[in-house]
């Protein structure tokens, strides 16, 4: 079992590394909302873009997302 | 195609014998939904707003073999629970109306995502009926789907379709209607959710047995309650007791995170569904989405493309537009108008009731008319954009300055059409599914400068400042430019105490577009617009009229020349005399009225207006009268856009009173305070 310390905010992945989705931090409305575009713990990500500033693209179960920062400091992840 | 008749609107009375079913159209968004709605129900459909609600609501019919079917397009929604209003206005209707089939769209190309939908509707009453979409797109990414696997697997009807190119649409017709006669099985399994959340879910349904009321169906209840849904909360807390609801509420608590095991069981059932019916492809060529997005969202590259966009629909708003407009204008209102006035004069008919059909009607319906062309093309295009996937880009890209100001990526696109018009700006900030976002867009879109003001300020500004015209036209715009920015900071800072947007938005993967659902589009909007925003129109056209006639038949003695010595005084702290007043009131029917009613004021056409302003108006009182000119209420037909899309009249009446003393202030502020 891993700490979960050892995550790291998916904001902070470089674009082309393939994550998996570990833990989902904030209230339940961003949880459900996030969890029905298909991040849920156990997921695979790619990062698709992270300029450093802006929002961030993810690929997730076959489609992009935008997510901005501040939503993307909120879904910890690990390497694949 | 004569499978099925979309129906004109006259037609939609049912016939003898004929039977009625109430179809409800659900689906994620970017999933082809819109076309689907399109093919059934072409020119029949009607559009308003779900009751009390400013989300559009569409609806039509289609005959087909004994059945009058009536379709309700729900709001795409990515999931149902209740914290959006589309999600809460699609489950309240399935579950209070009860459609007898609702036909769930996916993405065949993005299936694990858009199924996720499918596992919720399957716990409401009404049966449903999948329509696999997109088939071509999923072909092209190498996804081979067994359609009749996964009808097995589902238990329910599944229907293949292209419905961009009209494949499958029949089918989807045929299953709807073997589900309703039973020629076709229904037994759908439910996605279960997971071990450990179980037995809470079993304790829940027992503790709530026989007290939810009709018509909500009791496991939708108790799996919502587990997934902490807020409004089912509030729903349960009326239905039971205090001592029931202690009980209920202990048991929900320490499973606040219930909701990921509930959506990891709908994954993990989707999971099991795709592992059986669907070859998946091997890492494939790259994708054509991957190829554009490479240049479309890069964070330098992204905004050229864009940049390049937006040049193109301006070019072809002016080399479209422009001809039919000025055609209309030149041709169709005049020819019109003289008509009128021969027809008027040999009748012998006054000179009130002349100048009311000439200048107050057939001048309103020319102002009405004038718009046409301009919409009909930025309403073209913007719909091409949106269907082909490059929208939600163009959004991406501009995100980071948007987001200060409280708005979202996707308010640039309608703020910077504003440039050309600000009615389709309006109108077009309805892509901004957040309501915050899309209220504030709107209230700041008349801050953007319209080709109407600049004709103003192109006219006006030699005249006062010569030379540096250029210089001061430049500046006027880049203040309304900053005062915009700083209004929005304000007001987010303000009534959204600086809590920013979540930004969480889908990049489609880009297809080509749907002309026939563009075409419809593009008519639903225009005809929108020339109903009820023209009637607006055409009324303050024919008042303003009235109050510049009445009663000594000029504009000099008339009412609104009243009202302009009544706010002369302000006028005063600006430098402005009544004359100068009275342009501005005139400006709300249309910008470029300011210019010619000074020419009528001073005596002048407007050849000779020029020298007699650079005579009668200095520099200073020329630029406060450009700061307030750039700065006053919008347009009549601005004003009946954002009545239309805010759908209150209250908040219509607070744009105009903040927009007339906001300009008024500033007017004052450079008058009294040079540089």
Redesign the interface.
């Known amino acids: 079992m891993e700490a979960a310390n050892s995550f790291k905010p998916l904001v902070d992945v470089r674009a082309g590394e393939k994550v998996v989705v570990k833990e989902?931090r904030g209230g339940?409305?961003?949880?459900?909302?996030?969890?029905?575009?298909?991040l849920?713990?156990?997921?695979e990500v790619e990062v698709?873009?992270n300029?450093g500033?802006?929002?961030i693209?993810i690929r997730?179960?076959?489609?992009?997302?935008?997510?901005?920062r501040?939503?993307a400091a909120k879904v910890l992840v690990n390497l694949a | 195609m004569s499978c099925h008749q979309p129906l004109k609107s006259e037609e939609i009375t049912p016939q003898t014998g004929e039977k009625v079913l109430r179809v409800a159209l659900a689906g994620q968004p970017n999933v082809g939904k819109s076309t689907i709605f399109n093919m059934l129900t072409g020119l029949s459909q009607h559009v308003g707003n779900w009751p009390g609600k400013t989300v559009e609501k569409k609806s039509g019919r289609c005959r087909y073999r004994n059945y009058l079917m009536d379709i309700v397009d729900l709001p795409g929604t990515?999931?149902l629970?209740a914290?959006s209003i589309e999600e809460r206005i699609a489950r309240d209707y399935i579950v209070q109306e009860r459609p007898d089939v609702v036909v769930a769209i996916v993405n065949a190309?993005?299936?694990?995502?858009s199924l996720?939908?499918l596992a919720e509707l399957l716990l409401l009453p009404s049966p449903v009926v999948l329509g696999l979409n997109m088939m071509d797109v999923a072909e092209q990414?190498g996804y081979r789907i067994d359609a009749q696997i996964l009808q097995a697997k589902l238990g329910i009807p599944v229907v293949p379709m292209v419905a961009s190119k009209n494949q499958g649409v029949k089918e989807l017709l045929d299953a709807v209607i073997g589900l309703v006669e039973g020629l076709i099985p229904y037994n759908p399994r439910q996605p279960e959710i997971k071990e450990a959340h179980k037995p809470i879910l079993e304790k829940l349904r027992e503790l709530m047995d026989g007290l939810v009321p009709e018509p909500y169906p009791l496991d939708w209840v108790a799996i919502k309650l587990l997934?902490?849904d807020s409004e089912l909360t509030e729903l349960v807390k009326g239905w039971v007791d205090e001592d029931k609801w202690g009980e209920i509420s202990a048991l929900l608590k320490g499973h606040?995170d219930a909701?990921?095991d509930i959506?990891?069981g709908r994954?993990e059932w989707i999971r099991k569904l795709v592992r059986a019916a669907v070859e998946e492809p091997r890492m494939g060529p790259i994708s054509l989405?991957e190829r554009l997005?490479q240049v479309a969202?890069h964070?330098l590259w992204g905004l050229v493309v864009m940049a390049l966009v937006l040049g193109v629909i301006f070019w072809l708003t002016y080399t479209i537009g422009s001809p039919i407009q000025s055609w209309l204008e030149g041709s169709v209102v005049a020819s019109l108008a003289k008509w009128a006035s021969s027809w008027l004069s040999s009748w012998g008919a006054p000179a009130w009731f002349h100048g009311l059909v000439i200048d107050g009607i057939i001048g309103g319906i020319g102002t009405v008319l004038s718009f046409f062309p301009i919409l009909a093309v930025f309403f073209a295009v913007f719909g091409l954009l949106e269907d082909m996937g490059y929208l939600?880009r163009a959004?991406?890209v501009m995100?980071?300055f948007m987001?200060w100001m409280g708005l979202h990526?996707k308010s640039f696109l309608p703020l910077f059409m504003g440039f050309g018009c600000n009615v389709p700006a309006v109108m077009g900030s309805r892509i901004i599914e957040e309501e915050r976002a899309r209220l504030l867009t709107i209230f700041l879109t008349p801050f953007v400068p319209c080709s109407a003001r600049m004709a103003v300020l192109v006219f006006l500004a030699p005249v006062f400042f010569g030379e540096r015209a250029f210089l001061v036209s430049w500046g006027l715009i880049l203040i309304n430019l900053a005062i915009l920015a700083a209004v929005g900071k304000v007001v987010n800072l303000l009534f959204f105490k600086g809590e920013?947007l979540?930004?969480?938005?889908?990049?489609?993967?880009y297809h080509l577009p749907n002309l026939r659902t563009i075409g419809l589009e593009v008519w639903h909007r225009v005809a929108a617009f020339l109903k009820k925003a023209g009637t607006v129109i055409l009324a303050v056209s024919v008042v303003v009229w009235a109050l510049s006639y009445w009663p000594t038949g000029s504009i000099e003695g008339s009412f609104l020349a009243r009202v302009g010595v009544i706010l002369e005084p302000l006028g005063r702290l600006a430098g402005l005399d009544s004359r100068m007043v009275l342009a501005l009131l005139t400006s709300f029917v249309a910008k470029e009225n300011a210019v010619a009613t000074l020419g009528v004021l001073y005596g002048a056409g407007e050849e000779a207006l020029a020298s007699a302003l650079q005579d009668a108006v200095s520099p200073r009182t020329g630029f406060a009268f450009l700061v307030m000119e750039m700065l006053f209420i919008p347009c009549v037909a601005t004003v009946s856009a954002i009545r239309q899309e805010v759908g209150s009249w209250r908040w219509t009446f607070l744009v105009i009173g903040f927009y007339l003393i906001l300009s008024f202030v500033a007017g004052i502020l450079v008058y009294r305070f040079p540089l």
């Open positions: 989902l339940r409305g961003f949880i459900a909302r996030v969890a029905s575009l298909g849920i713990p156990g997921t698709v873009r300029p500033h802006g929002p693209i997730v179960k076959g489609s992009y997302l935008a997510l901005g501040g939503e | 990515y999931s629970t914290n190309a993005t299936l694990e995502r996720y939908l990414q997934e902490g606040e909701i990921l959506a990891g994954y989405t997005d969202t964070p939600a959004a991406y995100d980071r987001h990526g920013r979540p930004f969480i938005m889908e990049l489609p993967l």
